[in-house]
């Protein structure tokens, strides 16, 4: 799901005024960082900024202003040690837009770093197509793979569930009160979150809400529609076990859901501080936890009996943020980096204590077919996922940008043995 920031310096000129007491959280850092930027208090600027990335780990809007603010207070160094760090993980950084940042990409130890970005910028892996479908103004984001062979898509736009053969022939099975924003098919049922809010047609910021809804497979019947109480929520990924447990992230609050089978009503799960943005989650039933992927802290374990929450340490050294769909195979896990440029397809290994990223592997990147990719399923040793969300040719009002194109709706995929 495509997330609007605001600039880097309109957030830090604008941020307010700090509370009185000491910062304690990430607004309270960005506040005094603010403050400090207007004041041109370089060292104040610098550790405000390096408290609020220990807090959200994988913020590049937090790193790069880090970078910014080492030059600002005369470090070039640590600047330089900072973009190395970033181009060694795979990313491209944008170090313009400022005096200081053109300083810093003038010295003669940024041509590397330079060199490394550009080359990780460039498309990785086999374009391998699925099907396309004519349709441009979905805004897809789920997919899920049922019996018979049949692809279920939904959309944010219009809220419709889609079916599709894998010989690409689309049909509409139901329609949503509100966006489609995941899916998963079980047996006879398809099960979808949905939010009647963001980019959908008819959303209704007065009364927003997010729910749990069940269609029937057969002919698209609504059969269940639970409703979060809460109306501070935004479900965004979604688990169905064997015995019917529903498990929902919510990326506004954040938290995880979860509903008893044949229950009726959706109660908070797991909670922790060091969530900001969940984003996927993968449930591995047989061991009794359920992998989430935040979008700015990184990947998490959740004890489904407990709730209790563990970081996974990134022993890998990767850049674990920026996670939309979140998936299992074979012990490791698949993400879809939508959150990072460039965007990618990872295979993320994990230790056997389950408490370590041991290994991380790009298997697709910047391909030219893609306007971002979202969610996927994993299908006969294969992860074929959404390719043409369209999410970024939209603007914040949710209307298509002048300058952009929307592509039609394209199903790709990539091995997994």
Partial sequence: ????????????????????????????????????????????????????????????????????????????????????????????????????????????????????????????????????????????????????????LGSVANGSILKAGRKGDVETLATAPGGVFDIEARGKTVWAVVNNQLAYKDADPEAPFAAVMAFRAKDGALQRDIRAAEDEALFGDLEIAKDGTVYASDSLTPRLFRMAPDGETLDVFAEDPRFANLQGIALDEKNNRIFVADYLTGLFVIDTQTGAATALENTADAHLGGIDGLYLYDGDLIGIQNGATPQRIVRIEIDDEVSEITGFTVMQQALEEWNEPTHGAVVDGAFHYIATSNWPSYDQEWNVREDAALKPLKIMSVPLE
């Fill in 1 to 152: 799901m495509k997330r609007f920031l605001p600039s880097i310096f309109g957030a830090l000129a604008l941020a307010g005024a700090a509370a009185a007491q000491a910062p304690q959280t990430y607004q309270d850092h960005m506040a005094r960082a603010g403050e400090a930027f207007q004041s041109e208090d370089w060292a104040a600027l610098n550790e405000h900024l390096d408290a609020a990335q220990e807090i959200r780990t994988y913020s590049l809007y937090v790193w790069r202003n880090r970078i910014l603010a080492r030059m600002l207070a005369e470090r070039p160094d640590e600047a330089l040690a900072l973009a190395e760090k970033a181009a060694g993980r795979g990313l491209v950084l944008n170090l313009s837009g400022h005096p200081a940042f053109e300083a810093l990409t003038a010295l003669p130890q940024y041509a590397p770093i330079a060199a490394q970005m550009e080359a990780n910028a460039a498309p990785a892996g086999e374009a391998d197509i699925v099907f396309n479908h004519e349709q441009a103004d979905l805004l897809p984001e789920a997919l899920a793979y049922g019996k018979r062979k049949i692809f279920y």
